[in-house]
């Protein structure tokens, strides 16, 4: 069954306890998910079968993200796929400088036409996270692209000193790098699956 309106934003946000979009962000988030359930029908870029679960799968990760992210943070998001969550969280939160890293030329195409769709200030590396400068970003973030304790190390070499590494966990413990430490965790469950999610961030590096 193609994907398709309406988006329950409001729901997710609703179910996170984070504030609610406004409209015209809720509406660049709409044209976002619009693009994608038409992309989709034609390359694979979401497991989701539903629009509900299409959000959360989209969304959740970035709304929760979207408060604990530092006014005017640079943040690269390595191996971001469809856009989540670097795309949803330089919308939810324009005033981040918001890097996406997708090395795969159909979904960099697709994000490209996201970017060119929303007006959004975001810049697409289509490249290998390994082409990136080191060192260059405040905070990094990266979801299903490397094993937890593999991304914990290729997002340390990212962030300038003090800076932040996000690791998203679905399960099994938290990894650890020396010199790194975690300074904060959030959790949710995903409504649509009933999945336990934590989001670790460490700091170290300095």
């Known amino acids: 069954m193609p994907l398709r309106r309406p988006w329950p934003v409001a ?5 996170l306890a984070v504030p609610a979009p406004g409209e015209a962000v809720e509406r660049a988030l709409e044209t976002w998910l ?6 989709n029908e034609k390359i694979d870029l979401t497991a989701a079968k539903d629009a509900r679960g299409l959000v959360w ?3 959740a ?4 993200l979207a408060r604990a992210t530092p006014t005017g943070s640079s943040v690269v998001d390595v191996g971001t796929g469809a856009g989540a969550p670097g795309l949803a969280l330089a919308i939810l939160r324009p005033d981040l400088r918001v890097t996406l890293c997708e090395p795969l030329g159909k979904r960099a195409a697709f994000l ?4 060119g769709l929303l007006g959004a200030s975001v810049t697409l590396e289509a490249k290998r996270h390994d082409a990136l400068a080191a060192r260059s970003f405040d905070v990094a973030v990266s979801r299903a ?3 937890p304790e593999e ?9 300038k000193p003090g800076g932040s590494v996000w690791v998203l966990l679905a399960q099994g413990d938290a990894p650890s790098l020396d010199g790194w430490a975690v300074a904060e965790t959030l959790a949710y469950e995903d409504a649509s699956t009933g999945a336990k999610k934590r989001l670790v ?6």
Do not use: H, Q
Request: proline share 2%.
């Open 34 to 39: 619009d693009a994608l359930a038409e992309w």
């Open 11 to 15: 729901e997710v946000a609703a179910k």
């Open 201 to 206: 961030r460490y700091v170290g590096g300095a």
């Open 61 to 64: 990760d970035a709304m929760m």
């Open 57 to 59: 799968l989209m969304l």
């Open 151 to 159: 991304w914990l190390a290729v997002g340390a070499s990212l962030v």
């Open 112 to 115: 490209r036409t996201c970017i």
């Open 145 to 147: 692209t490397f094993p």
